[in-house]
């Protein structure tokens, strides 16, 4: 992916669009810090020397420990997270193993982490892919309440979420950036997703 500049405006998320393969990921690893070292710059600081909460597209998670134990490597604690954010239902959880819960439940458990952790800026690369309803409904209030302090960079399939979230957005396409912008800049004012989607 060729060098780009963005200018993130803040108070709300910056919502990145692309094809599969357009590099969506790719930025997103970059700004997180998990690339090549100093491969990304955030507000003058390279993004690997900087606290970011990040939720990748494929969320590893230790598989044999239990969720409580699994915060503490983030030096958080499970009943702390779920009195924080309710909506994520995360005391469901309290005495399960990583390896026993649904691709959803660990999403959650990974979006909770990320939200809670001291940083600088929040980065989600399809944070509401295996969510249930009331998860999906509930992050979407986090995140929206997260961007009024922090920058936070959003990926996702679903065009809802990133329409309902995100007031600027880059387009990429093959590794580069052909947009980006207020939405009022990239919308054909039709009020149809699918025209959104197809510019």
């Given at each position: 992916?060729?060098?780009?500049?963005?200018?993130?405006?803040?108070?709300?998320?910056?919502?990145?669009?692309?094809?599969?393969g357009?590099?969506?990921s790719?930025?997103?690893?970059?700004?997180?810090?998990?690339?090549?070292?100093?491969?990304?710059?955030?507000?003058?600081?390279?993004?690997?020397?900087?606290?970011?909460g990040?939720?990748?597209?494929?969320?590893?998670?230790?598989?044999?420990i239990?969720?409580?134990?699994?915060?503490?490597?983030?030096?958080l604690?499970?009943?702390?997270l779920?009195?924080?954010l309710?909506?994520?239902?995360?005391?469901?959880?309290?005495?399960?193993?990583?390896h026993?819960?649904?691709?959803?439940?660990?999403?959650a458990?990974?979006?909770?982490?990320?939200?809670?952790?001291?940083?600088?800026?929040?980065?989600?690369?399809?944070?509401?892919?295996?969510?249930?309803?009331?998860?999906?409904?509930?992050l979407?209030?986090?995140?929206?309440?997260?961007?009024?302090?922090?920058?936070?960079?959003?990926?996702?399939?679903?065009?809802?979420?990133?329409?309902?979230?995100?007031?600027?957005?880059?387009?990429?396409?093959?590794?580069?950036?052909?947009?980006?912008?207020?939405?009022?800049?990239?919308?054909?004012?039709?009020?149809?997703?699918?025209?959104?989607?197809?510019r």
């Amino acid at each position: 992916m060729p060098g780009v500049h963005l200018s993130l405006p803040r108070q709300r998320p910056v919502g990145i669009m692309g094809v599969n393969g357009a590099g969506k990921s790719t930025m997103l690893m970059a700004a997180a810090g998990v690339l090549a070292p100093g491969s990304c710059l955030v507000d003058g600081i390279a993004s690997d020397a900087s606290a970011c909460g990040y939720v990748p597209q494929d969320y590893p998670c230790m598989p044999d420990i239990r969720v409580e134990a699994y915060c503490r490597l983030f030096a958080l604690e499970l009943a702390a997270l779920h009195t924080r954010l309710p909506e994520l239902y995360l005391d469901e959880l309290k005495h399960e193993r990583i390896h026993s819960l649904s691709a959803g439940q660990r999403q959650a458990v990974t979006n909770a982490v990320a939200l809670s952790v001291p940083a600088r800026l929040l980065v989600f690369d399809e944070p509401f892919s295996a969510l249930d309803v009331r998860r999906r409904a509930g992050l979407r209030g986090y995140i929206k309440h997260a961007a009024q302090s922090r920058p936070v960079l959003l990926a996702s399939q679903a065009g809802a979420d990133l329409l309902d979230l995100c007031g600027y957005f880059v387009v990429l396409r093959a590794g580069r950036v052909v947009f980006q912008g207020p939405l009022e800049a990239l919308d054909d004012h039709s009020g149809d997703a699918h025209s959104l989607a197809s510019r």
